[in-house]
């Protein structure tokens, strides 16, 4: 995909930015992707329920079409093979990048 996506930015030498998200189309909440990482990664996270704080939004929402449409990508994985795939990343790499 790297060079389908550089391709996609030639000829904008005005300078502008494309934003592609990327992502399933299939949302879920902060309990439901916390509660997925615990039962994928057989660890527990620490959390607390609380109510929303000022300024929190109640909902976010992405559409990843523009990625079908521009690159021809589209996910093959979900939730449970994201949150395998981040903590093994992470477990791996404690300090994260370059370290």
């Known amino acids: ?13 005005d300078g ?3 934003t592609v998200n990327l992502g399933t189309g299939r ?3 902060v309990l439901e992707l916390v509660e997925t990482f615990e039962r994928v990664n057989g660890v527990k996270v620490p ?8 300024g929190d939004i ?5 559409d990843a079409s523009l990625a079908k449409r521009v690159f021809g990508w589209e996910a093959k994985r ?17 300090e994260g990048y370059g370290r």
């Not at 109640?58 to 992405?62: G, H, M, R």
């Open 1 to 13: 995909m790297p060079s389908v996506a550089l391709g996609a930015l030639e000829g904008q030498a």
């Open 16 to 18: 502008s930015v494309l």
């Open 27 to 29: 949302g879920c909440s």
């Open 47 to 54: 959390r607390a329920i609380a109510p929303r704080r000022p």
């Open 58 to 62: 109640a909902e976010c929402y992405a």
């Open 78 to 94: 979900g939730l449970d093979e994201m949150c395998r795939d981040a903590w093994n990343w992470q477990r791996r790499n404690p």
